[in-house]
């Protein structure tokens, strides 16, 4: 398990993990639209400071793919057998890479296009876990692990627990994370805590993978800074 001092986050010991954000569950899913454009923002900041992106899909031929409002179109997916917008776009512009997963695509959809993942590998997946065996080895010389998406209670948190697992730091994104019901995403975030996960906010990680206003890349991830967060319930309602 991973140590409870937390890590810092640099754009070169972290990846982005983007878990099930699929058509299919735009409309059950507390906070869809809002959870997608943080995850966005997540995206684009990893793609500007070249953090890498992994992307799984839970079932995609049952549950679509990933939204392409989060930009992933050139980034693989990854279909599990195990089982957002703010974060995304961090991750592009800090080069930060993106791992995406998509829970059973042909029946839940592909990931939300709002994300721009278009370009970014989905993995395919029929379990909860992202960390199916051919996404592992990629990141084995990351430290820390960003990770956005859905379930709290199903997919992220088992992630979370395979990761802290594996000896890697997590950093849940918890204004990125959602269920469908919100006693579940509440409890889901106690676990991770108690588990060894970092709870953060997505403009904590921008701030963190910064560290420095002299940081060559900051004006450009200042932008997403400066966009207003949506409101995710995670005051009123957690």
Not at 208 to 234: N, R
């Amino acid at each position: 398990m991973a140590s409870r001092v937390i890590s810092r986050l640099t754009p070169k010991n972290s990846v982005l993990f983007v878990c099930d954000l699929q058509e299919r569950f735009s409309k059950t899913i507390q906070f869809f639209p809002e959870i997608v454009r943080t995850s966005k923002r997540m995206v684009d900041a990893a793609k500007i400071l070249d953090i890498p992106i992994f992307v799984t899909e839970q079932y995609p031929k049952g549950l679509g793919h990933t939204v392409p409002e989060l930009g992933l179109g050139d980034i693989k997916k990854y279909e599990k057998t195990r089982t957002s917008k703010r974060i995304v776009d961090a991750a592009k512009i800090l080069d930060i890479p993106i791992f995406v997963t998509e829970q059973y695509p042909k029946g839940l959809g592909h990931t939300v296009p709002e994300l721009g993942l278009g370009d970014i590998k989905k993995y395919e997946k029929t379990r909860f876990s992202m960390c199916v065996p051919d996404l592992v080895p990629a990141i084995k010389d990351s430290n820390n692990v960003i990770l956005v998406g859905i379930e709290a209670h199903a997919c992220v948190l088992q992630t979370t627990l395979d990761l802290l697992e594996k000896g890697k730091n997590v950093h849940v994104v918890v204004d990125a994370v959602s269920s469908r019901s919100l006693p579940d995403r509440k409890y889901a975030f106690k676990q991770m805590d108690r588990a060894g996960a970092v709870l953060t906010t997505s403009e904590c990680v921008l701030l963190g993978l910064l560290q420095d206003a002299s940081h060559p890349k900051f004006k450009e991830v200042q932008k997403l800074i400066l966009e207003p967060a949506p409101d995710v319930g995670l005051v009123a309602k957690l």
